[in-house]
Nanobody, 124 residues
Framework: QVQLVESGGGLVQAGGSLRLFCAASGGSFSRYHVGWFRQAPGKEREFVATLKWSGGSTYYADSVKDRFTISRDNAKNTAYLQMNSLKPEDTAVYYC?????????????????WGQGTQVTVSS
């Protein structure tokens, strides 16, 4: 098993940038696919991005493609989500997730472990 803790969220103006962190512990992080999801008030949790365990292969939701970048540093047991050109509609609680098996993985049910989330608020 693996434990995940997100950080790096905050308040930013539209057009600004934030970098989210996902710190992993308790397991062999390098063996897990990583995903980022987000959930806004009154909405279902939605897929943002995923990175294959072996590195290099990424997949993004259309809503964030070309603006967000997912990455990882296995030596630090940390995954990242670089968010640029932020829009008010990006406002949500962002969750880091980890899972095994096939890739890409864009559904919450495909992930085994979740962090508690970090709030991102983008003002207009």
């Amino acid at each position: 098993q693996v434990q995940l803790v997100e950080s790096g969220g905050g308040l930013v103006q539209a057009g600004g940038s934030l970098r989210l962190f996902c710190a992993a512990s308790g397991g062999s992080f390098s063996r897990y696919h990583v995903g980022w999801f987000r959930q806004a008030p009154g909405k279902e949790r939605e897929f943002v991005a995923t990175l294959k365990w072996s590195g290099g292969s990424t997949y993004y939701a259309d809503s964030v493609k070309d603006r967000f970048t997912i990455s990882r540093d296995n030596a630090k047991n940390t995954a990242y989500l670089q968010m640029n050109s932020l829009k008010p509609e990006d406002t949500a609680v962002y969750y880091c997730a980890a899972g095994l098996g096939s890739w890409p993985r864009s559904l919450p049910i495909q992930y085994d472990y979740w962090g508690q989330g970090t709030q991102v608020t983008v003002s207009s």
